[in-house]
């Protein structure tokens, strides 16, 4: 995310704080995913004046042992923060973990998915409802509205565009 521009990181906040009260209603806590969403997620807790925990993809091996850092009581209403959706597996990690804890996980919001077919699959396994900020399709549309890219570079990136993402930094792309 880009933390160092104020007018995008303040706008991702408010989008992300307006868009938890609409989908899932005021929560009693919000949860970021360790280490992406932590800031993000702090800067949303802030702005709807909610406590704020994060949860580590496994507890750690020294200390309290705490897979989940900060305070959440047992039958708390959460949302989860998460800046990107890939397969969505270690943002479930974190789902699981607060289902542990006895919270009740309203939902996750995220900045932006790939929208890769496994993720939708796992949030519906797991029986989470996700809400991205933005997505893969989106970006290739904005690309082509602002000729970032052209037609012929558009129609080989969507949606093809994750394969040409996998194939490293000698792709066109500078994403």
Do not use: W
Not at 62 to 87: A, F, M
Request: neutral net charge.
């Amino acid at each position: 995310m880009c933390y160092r521009f104020h007018i995008v990181r303040n706008y991702i906040k408010d989008e992300i704080a307006k868009n938890i009260e609409l989908e899932f209603g005021k929560p009693d806590v919000i949860a970021g995913v360790a280490t992406g969403a932590i800031g993000i997620g702090a800067l949303v807790a802030e702005v709807l004046g909610l406590p704020f925990v994060y949860v580590r993809p496994e507890a750690k091996k020294h200390g309290r042992q705490n897979q989940i850092e900060g305070y959440i009581q047992k039958g708390q209403n959460v949302v989860v923060v998460e800046d990107l959706i890939s397969t969505g597996n270690s943002s479930l990690v974190a789902v699981d973990a607060l289902k542990a804890a006895e919270v009740n996980v309203k939902g996750m919001v995220a900045i932006f998915s790939y929208g890769f077919d496994i993720s939708k699959e796992n949030f519906k396994k797991h029986n989470v409802s996700l809400f991205t900020l933005s997505n893969y399709e989106s970006l290739i549309e904005q690309a082509l509205d602002t000729d970032f890219i052209n037609q012929n570079e558009a129609a080989v990136s969507y949606p093809n565009g994750i394969q040409i993402l996998r194939n490293g930094p000698a792709n066109k792309f500078r994403l």
